[in-house]
């Protein structure tokens, strides 16, 4: 049986024949050039990423300056490390663990100016119908202004698991939102805190503008009447008198513009009353409380890709918040 001829390794210098030259060195028997079989990485090795430092700089509010000046080290360092573990942390998997049972969806959006351009950050939260904590999911960054696209975009990343356990919508009412709640088949509750600030707006202050008052408190009053009462021939009745109301010569077009918008979607401000068991709450402070936190977790970026670590490390880092159910419950 004829044997395998052996075959020797050889430089690729000479091509002459190879030698040991230590453990994990060879050398050419020709030029006498030495090389490393198994290269070893050059320069210090790798400092372990650790979640410390992203909690002590996002959560507990602590200056770059002041970790570099307790770890004897350069503020380039620290920023170079904290960024490092943003990154792992942002790259982590991102599905938050909600009790079983129907799920409501807070949206809102967190715009920033970079570098002349607008960035919105589509911001997601989910709360149990029987409990009164709502969940982080993964946020969406796009450019641009906030928009029905921009919704679908960041909608589509929910995860199957959860997106098939969505039962209501919760939002402030921006264009285009009914429309996409109608699409998908969820009923839609408004925020009562962004339609009582838009009437306090237009009605300005008592002393100002005197004259706007008689009608502006009448209908105020009858908005905030029909927020709390599920009799239904009380809606349409009260309905007619803030149309009346709007007719007043004293009535401004700021006021009724956002009279008749109440008019046209009270429905989709009283679903909370409509839908009891969904336990919806009636306003999007929720995520505006988020948003007051991750202000100032973003304050520093200069760059998209800054700003999406940052946040999504934030609410991984805080992934649940107390979100209680409507404030006026049905009598």
């Known amino acids: 049986m004829a044997c395998m001829a052996t075959l020797h390794a050889r430089s690729s210098c000479c091509g002459a024949q190879v030698h040991r030259f230590g453990g994990r060195r060879r050398s050419c028997s020709c030029c006498g050039r030495t090389w490393s079989v198994r290269r070893r990485r050059r320069g210090p090795a790798a400092r372990r990423i650790t979640e410390r430092l992203p909690e002590a700089v996002l959560l507990e509010k602590v200056p770059v300056d002041l970790l570099a000046r307790r770890s004897h080290r350069s503020t380039a360092t620290i920023r170079r490390r904290l960024g490092r573990a943003l990154e792992k942390i942002a790259a982590e ?20 100016k970079l570098r002349g351009r607008r960035w919105v950050l589509y911001n997601m939260a989910l709360k149990p119908a029987a409990s009164h904590t709502a969940w982080f999911l993964r946020p969406h960054l796009r450019a641009g202004h906030e928009s029905m696209r921009g919704w679908e975009a960041a909608l589509n ?116 009353l409509l839908q009891p068991d969904l336990g919806i709450p009636t306003t999007t402070c929720t995520l505006e409380s988020m948003h007051n936190l991750l202000r100032r977790a973003i304050s520093t970026v200069n760059d998209p890709a800054s700003l999406f670590r940052r946040a999504a490390a934030f609410l991984q880092l805080h992934p649940a918040i107390t979100c209680h159910g409507p404030r006026l419950q049905q009598k």
Not at 93 to 111: C, K, Q, S
Not at 207 to 218: A, M
Not at 230 to 254: F, Y
Not at 261 to 266: I, L
């Open 157 to 272: 990343t929910i995860p199957c698991e959860l997106a098939g356990r969505i039962c209501a919508l919760a939002a402030d009412g921006k264009t285009g939102i009914d429309i996409l709640a109608q699409s998908r088949g969820w009923p839609l509750q408004l925020c009562h805190r962004h339609l009582i600030a838009a009437l306090d707006r237009k009605l300005g202050h008592p002393r100002r503008q005197r004259t706007v008052q008689r009608p502006g408190r009448d209908i105020r009053a009858t908005i905030l009447e029909l927020l709390a009462t599920s009799d239904e021939s009380r809606v349409a009745e009260a309905c007619q008198e803030i149309q009346h109301l709007c007719g007043h010569p004293n009535c401004t077009v700021g006021l009724r513009a956002v009279a008749l918008h109440f008019v046209r979607h009270q429905r989709e401000y009283r679903t909370y």
């Open 93 to 112: 998997p991102f599905v938050p663990t909600v009790t079983a049972g129907g799920l409501v969806l807070l949206i809102d959006g967190l715009w920033s």
